[in-house]
């Protein structure tokens, strides 16, 4: 008889919006009769899924699900690196960004259905000050936006929206230096993104033709953000045609440093780090196996 899978589910009962969902309940509803060996494992602090996803794997579970939104993903996806055991994503959050890059679906019975009979693709890795990410980093608004969400209260897309208004009218552009293959140029930071994956999620396409497997992480470069073209590059994010709306500049490289006229808040996978002044950023290609839903045969 053939091996069962063995998937470990590592579920973050913070995250996302719908926390009344019973997610044990709909994994005894639809593995109860699929060929699968699986546990469930509560998180109980931040940080807790990198050491869980780390046991896991050392328990020889070949696929380790993050259930919750990125900052939970980029946890399991930590403990995971330079083990035999794959990522896995039961989309949970507010903004999904790697589940909706690698086409996991955002239905839980779907999502779960498609883990039985994965494909698995390696991705790429990312490190900002040797943390790494997943989906995307970056330096600015993004991560002051990321930091005043955190202190919200409230978590879901409304709030960000709120956040990011509010703090736009506040928050200042500060000049940088940007070295990439061997060139350093002077300029101004309001957003740098370093994206592995196209989206930061909830389908805002900050490099929408990042590819996630391509050993390059993809630069988008905002120096400034007059009103006219903020209203832009939300359009562009929605719409996903921000590198062609002359908006943002784009650079592909493998690393990149920044060195930064004063603290610059930075965040990873969309959870403020901290502040720096110089960051050191780079890729480590193919560097971790995910479960993704498998091609259709025709
Ligand atoms: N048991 C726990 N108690 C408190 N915080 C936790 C717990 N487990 C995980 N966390 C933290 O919760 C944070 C938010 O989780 P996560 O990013 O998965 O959800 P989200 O913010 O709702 O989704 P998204 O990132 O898609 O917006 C994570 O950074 C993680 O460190």
């Given at each position: 008889?053939?091996?069962?899978?063995?998937?470990?589910?590592l579920?973050?009962?913070?995250?996302?919006?719908?926390?009344?969902q019973d997610?044990?309940?709909?994994?005894?509803?639809?593995?109860?009769?699929?060929?699968?060996?699986?546990?469930?494992?509560?998180?109980q602090?931040?940080?807790?899924?990198?050491e869980?996803?780390?046991?896991?794997?050392?328990?020889?579970?070949?696929?380790v699900?993050a259930?919750?939104?990125?900052?939970?993903?980029?946890?399991?996806?930590?403990?995971?690196?330079?083990?035999?055991?794959?990522l896995?994503?039961?989309?949970?959050?507010?903004?999904?960004?790697?589940?909706r890059?690698?086409r996991?679906?955002?239905?839980?019975?779907?999502?779960i259905?498609?883990?039985?009979?994965?494909?698995?693709?390696?991705?790429?890795?990312?490190?900002?000050?040797?943390?790494?990410?997943?989906?995307?980093?970056?330096?600015?608004?993004?991560?002051?936006?990321?930091?005043?969400?955190?202190l919200?209260?409230t978590?879901?897309?409304?709030?960000?929206?709120q956040?990011?208004v509010?703090?736009?009218?506040?928050?200042q552009?500060?000049p940088?230096?940007?070295?990439?293959?061997?060139?350093t140029?002077?300029?101004?930071?309001?957003?740098?993104?370093?994206?592995?994956?196209?989206?930061?999620?909830?389908?805002?396409?900050?490099?929408?033709?990042?590819?996630?497997?391509?050993?390059?992480?993809?630069?988008?470069?905002?120096d400034?953000?007059?009103?006219?073209?903020?209203?832009?590059?939300?359009i562009?994010?929605?719409?996903?045609?921000?590198p062609?709306?002359?908006?943002?500049?784009?650079?592909?490289?493998?690393?990149?440093?920044?060195?930064?006229?004063?603290?610059?808040?930075f965040?990873?996978?969309?959870?403020?780090?901290?502040?720096?002044?110089h960051?050191?950023?780079?890729?480590?290609p193919?560097?971790?196996e995910?479960?993704?839903?498998?091609?259709?045969?025709?």
């Amino acid at each position: 008889m053939p091996e069962k899978l063995r998937i470990c589910f590592l579920i973050n009962p913070n995250s996302g919006t719908n926390r009344r969902q019973d997610v044990p309940a709909l994994l005894a509803q639809y593995l109860a009769a699929e060929p699968v060996d699986y546990e469930v494992r509560l998180t109980q602090y931040a940080g807790h899924a990198v050491e869980l996803a780390r046991q896991a794997a050392a328990d020889g579970f070949r696929i380790v699900v993050a259930v919750g939104g990125d900052g939970t993903v980029n946890e399991v996806g930590r403990g995971l690196l330079g083990t035999q055991a794959a990522l896995g994503i039961l989309p949970r959050g507010s903004g999904n960004g790697l589940a909706r890059h690698m086409r996991v679906p955002l239905a839980l019975p779907d999502a779960i259905r498609q883990l039985v009979r994965p494909d698995f693709q390696r991705i790429d890795v990312g490190y900002i000050n040797e943390r790494p990410f997943f989906c995307t980093a970056g330096l600015g608004f993004d991560a002051h936006v990321s930091k005043c969400f955190a202190l919200a209260g409230t978590r879901g897309l409304g709030t960000y929206v709120q956040v990011a208004v509010r703090e736009y009218r506040r928050f200042q552009p500060t000049p940088i230096s940007l070295t990439m293959q061997g060139n350093t140029q002077e300029t101004n930071c309001y957003v740098l993104a370093f994206a592995n994956a196209a989206q930061y999620g909830n389908n805002a396409y900050i490099a929408p033709l990042a590819d996630i497997s391509d050993g390059l992480l993809d630069l988008c470069l905002i120096d400034a953000m007059p009103l006219l073209r903020a209203v832009r590059v939300s359009i562009g994010l929605a719409l996903g045609n921000l590198p062609a709306s002359g908006q943002a500049v784009y650079h592909t490289c493998s690393q990149v440093h920044v060195q930064a006229a004063q603290a610059l808040g930075f965040h990873v996978d969309g959870d403020y780090v901290g502040d720096a002044q110089h960051f050191d950023v780079r890729l480590e290609p193919l560097a971790l196996e995910v479960a993704v839903p498998a091609k259709k045969v025709r």
